[in-house]
């Protein structure tokens, strides 16, 4: 986990490259959260511009574009895609990569616009907290995530289902991960905080 006063340190690092038509926005998680989780984002194509997006969501939110090229920086990802034809939500986990990845670019073969993926980028070891499993076990790997992520994921699920807005999404998962995170030990908290605060602060995050 992350201490408060390093979140502002820490700045993810996948985004790399464009994509038109398309968007990329982030916002903070609820102060409570902020040891865990290092922001919540989307992307997706919808039919109205990136300005409308930031517009739309508030201006303390940063339009940005998808990126096409992610790189790995320590942190996982729980991700929400949700598919416009069939209009359902899938859900996965994203263990830690040490490989790059490409995005795939957009083709006329996609999804109609409406599709988006919502996720909860996690400092390193932030998701820890709410699977308790070992992190070495998704490095790598993709995998759905009612796999590894056992606590109350149906009332998730019903509730994202409702959404229609980012904000919304993020008021939600707020609302979802707050109560469930498990106090570590002091010893691996300053344990964890010593190093994250080394490595932030000598601009190898």
């Not at 010893?187 to 932030?200: A, G, P, Q, S, T």
Request: hydrophobic share 35%; charged share 20%; proline share 9%.
């Amino acid at each position: 986990m992350v201490d408060h006063s390093l979140h502002p340190l820490f700045k993810p690092i996948q985004m790399n490259g464009t994509y038109p038509n398309s968007y990329y926005v982030e916002k903070s998680p609820a102060t409570s959260l902020m040891a865990y989780v290092a922001c919540y984002w989307e992307s997706g194509s919808l039919p109205y511009t990136q300005e409308d997006v930031a517009k739309e969501e508030g201006r303390n939110l940063s339009a940005m574009t998808v990126p096409a090229r992610v790189l790995p920086d320590g942190c996982t990802d729980m991700l929400i895609t949700y598919d416009p034809v069939c209009s359902v939500h899938s859900y996965a986990y994203c263990g830690n990569y040490t490989q790059p990845f490409a995005v795939p670019e957009p083709s006329d073969d996609d999804p109609p616009a409406g599709d988006y993926t919502f996720g909860v980028r996690f400092f390193p070891g932030g998701a820890h907290v709410f699977h308790g499993m070992p992190l070495e076990w998704f490095t790598d790997k993709r995998i759905p995530l009612e796999e590894c992520w056992p606590k109350k994921l149906n009332a998730l699920q019903e509730r994202m289902a409702e959404t229609n807005r980012f904000a919304e999404r993020v008021e939600v998962m707020n609302a979802y991960l707050s109560p469930l995170s498990v106090q570590a030990s002091t010893y691996e908290n300053d344990l964890m905080k010593n190093v994250l605060h080394r490595i932030f602060k000598d601009g190898d995050g």
